[in-house]
């Protein structure tokens, strides 16, 4: 499933171990446009260690030419609809959010 929702645009389908995503949020108390990878953490593990070297859930936020992309990992097989609501509510709910990595949840090693 790829397509448009309320809330978010998926750009790839939905239902797999990564999704990529667009949505609006608030950045610095500006209103941006999310550039978003949703990314179970196996996957993270296989196609990331290099970057991401514990088993935990995580934010990964980054700037670059004005461009706001968030990579988020989750302790999920696959992701659906809610799982990217649910991720759209806490990165909109998230105060302190900036640049870099932001661990959450237990380490799951």
């Known amino acids: 499933m790829t397509g448009n929702s309320t809330q978010y645009e998926a750009i790839t389908p939905l239902g797999n171990a ?26 993270v593990a296989e196609h990331y260690a290099n970057r991401y070297n514990k088993a935990q859930q995580f934010l990964d936020v ?29 990165v909109r709910q998230y105060k302190l959010l900036k640049s870099g990595i932001h661990w959450f949840g237990q380490n799951l090693a």
């Not at 949020?25 to 978003?36: C, K, P, V």
Request: with cysteine.
């Open 62 to 90: 980054r700037i670059e030419n004005n461009r706001h992309e968030i990579r988020i990992g989750l302790a999920l097989r696959i992701i659906n609809h809610a799982d990217i609501l649910k991720s759209i509510i806490m």
């Open 18 to 43: 990564c999704v990529q995503i667009t949505f609006t949020g608030d950045f610095n108390n500006t209103e941006i446009l999310w550039h978003a990878e949703l990314c179970s953490l196996e996957y």
